[in-house]
């Protein structure tokens, strides 16, 4: 059973906001937005992915690097960043910002989800979480109250909630309602804790498993907060693409229009679409960079292994038309690599998982870019049938997960 007391829907003082969300367009046939999320450091365009820099560094690029692909907003690990360089080196410093040269925006997440996912020994209590130094194996505690004040010595433009994880495949369907319950206490903690709503957003996060009805209730319970941004968690678990769908075509028609919403560790670019599709806003993702590292290229077909031998006298670029870096002639300010050369790297250089990097995330942010666009022009409809044509050839091919999501906002990929 829930312990501490239920949550309840009772007005709450509203919480000062550091953000501004411009809704510019929003698709007459689908639940896509287009619109201009302006941030302490920065105007972000959404919908928009967002790349993981788990450490304070996107693995394989430099700051500057990463600027060049059009990334406005980042993502960096409360977990890892607590762990070191610690607290004390953050605020010394004056923030994650300085630390790692970055002059644009930053998203943080609480920390739980890392306590969950890669600590065995992890116990979760009205406290907080309890776990096992990875260091020394110390007995440690991740509080509410503790994850905020590190994410307030990050200096990120927006944080997130500690939030209580549970897998979406979990049987144990009163434990999936005791977290959601469990959530919606800890964020009024975190809300209390927050010393610096003036310069860094807090944002909810509803969860409920795969139970609709428990997500409604929770996102009654996190809009009545008031926080400055809702996110929808608990996702990309192991769940039905089907059942992903429905939560989050659910929890964005009971949020407001007003507030950017963000489904959280969302990055194959189908996934992201039909996110979009369903009227979510932002999303985040290790994906693309991890892929790159195996020696994969994110295309509108889908994604290359470049260790295959069909690449060894490819001298084409990575992709036709593409404007990264990579991609672009040589006559154009870019590098002109060919698959040739990248497979030649793949299987013996980092500096072929740097490369690759450098062109999956710039995929990631220009086909958001589209997206945005063709919400803008208000041919959505026309876009998702020239990207999925693109991404499975043969109508025969879209998997009915896709199908189903995009029938229920008005567009049939089946039809002409």
Same mark, same amino acid.
């Given at each position: 059973m829930s312990t501490g007391s239920p949550p309840t829907s009772a007005p709450r003082k509203s919480m000062p906001s550091a953000l501004k969300?411009?809704?510019?367009?929003?698709?007459?046939?689908?639940?896509?937005?287009?619109?201009?999320?302006?941030?302490?450091?920065?105007?972000?365009?959404?919908?928009?992915?967002?790349?993981?820099?788990?450490?304070?560094?996107?693995?394989?690029?430099?700051?500057?690097?990463?600027?060049?692909?059009?990334?406005?907003?980042?993502?960096?690990?409360?977990?890892h960043l607590g762990l070191k360089p610690g607290q004390a080196v953050l605020d010394a410093v004056g !923030?994650?910002?300085?630390?790692?040269?970055? =002059?644009?925006? *930053?998203? %943080?997440? @609480?920390?739980?989800? &890392?306590?969950?996912?890669?600590?065995?020994?992890?116990?979760?209590?009205?406290?907080?979480?309890?776990?096992?130094?990875?260091?020394?194996?110390?007995?440690?505690?991740?509080?509410?109250?503790?994850?905020?004040?590190?994410?307030?010595?990050? !200096?990120?433009?927006?944080?997130?909630?500690? =939030?209580?994880? *549970?897998? %979406?495949? @979990?049987?144990?369907? &009163?434990?999936?309602?005791?977290?959601?319950?469990?959530?919606?206490?800890?964020?009024?903690?975190?809300?209390?804790?927050?010393?610096?709503?003036?310069?860094?957003?807090?944002?909810?996060?509803?969860?409920?498993?795969?139970?609709?009805?428990?997500?409604?209730?929770?996102?009654?319970?996190?809009?009545?907060?008031?926080?400055?941004g809702i996110a929808i968690g608990g996702l990309s678990g192991g769940e039905e693409k089907q059942s992903f769908c429905q939560v989050v075509d659910t929890c964005t028609s009971l949020l407001p229009d007003h507030k950017p919403r963000y489904v959280m560790g969302v990055g194959y670019p189908e996934d992201l679409i039909v996110g979009v599709a369903l009227g979510a806003d932002m999303f985040d993702c290790v994906w693309p960079t991890r892929t790159a590292r195996f020696g994969n290229a994110v295309v509108p077909s889908g994604t290359l292994n470049m260790r295959n031998q069909a690449f060894a006298e490819d001298y084409g670029p990575v992709q036709e038309g593409c404007t990264c870096t990579i991609c672009r002639p040589k006559q154009q300010g870019g590098l002109g690599v060919t698959r040739s050369y990248l497979h030649h790297l793949a299987t013996k250089e980092t500096v072929g998982a740097h490369l690759l990097t450098i062109h999956n995330v710039h995929y990631l942010l220009s086909l958001m870019g589209s997206a945005r666009q063709a919400i803008l022009e208000d041919r959505f409809p026309a876009f998702l049938r020239e990207f999925f044509g693109k991404l499975y050839g043969e109508k025969t091919n879209i998997p009915s997960w896709v199908v189903e999501a995009l029938r229920g906002v008005g567009v049939d990929l089946m039809v002409d």
């Open positions: 969300l411009d809704l510019h367009a929003k698709c007459s046939t689908t639940k896509a937005r287009a619109s201009t999320l302006h941030l302490p450091h920065g105007d972000v365009p959404l919908p928009i992915f967002m790349p993981v820099a788990t450490q304070a560094s996107l693995k394989g690029l430099t700051y500057d690097q990463l600027k060049q692909t059009g990334c406005m907003l980042c993502l960096n690990n409360t977990y !923030g994650a910002h300085k630390l790692q040269g970055w =002059d644009r925006n *930053i998203l %943080t997440d @609480s920390g739980g989800f &890392q306590m969950v996912s890669l600590l065995k020994l992890a116990t979760v209590t009205e406290e907080g979480v309890r776990f096992l130094s990875p260091h020394d194996g110390s007995p440690m505690l991740l509080t509410p109250e503790h994850s905020i004040s590190l994410q307030n010595s990050i !200096g990120s433009d927006i944080i997130m909630q500690l =939030d209580d994880v *549970i897998a %979406t495949t @979990s049987p144990d369907h &009163q434990r999936i309602h005791e977290a959601m319950e469990r959530s919606v206490r800890w964020l009024d903690r975190c809300i209390d804790a927050h010393k610096y709503p003036d310069r860094q957003n807090l944002f909810c996060i509803i969860q409920g498993g795969l139970d609709l009805d428990l997500r409604k209730k929770c996102c009654e319970e996190m809009v009545a907060r008031d926080t400055p």
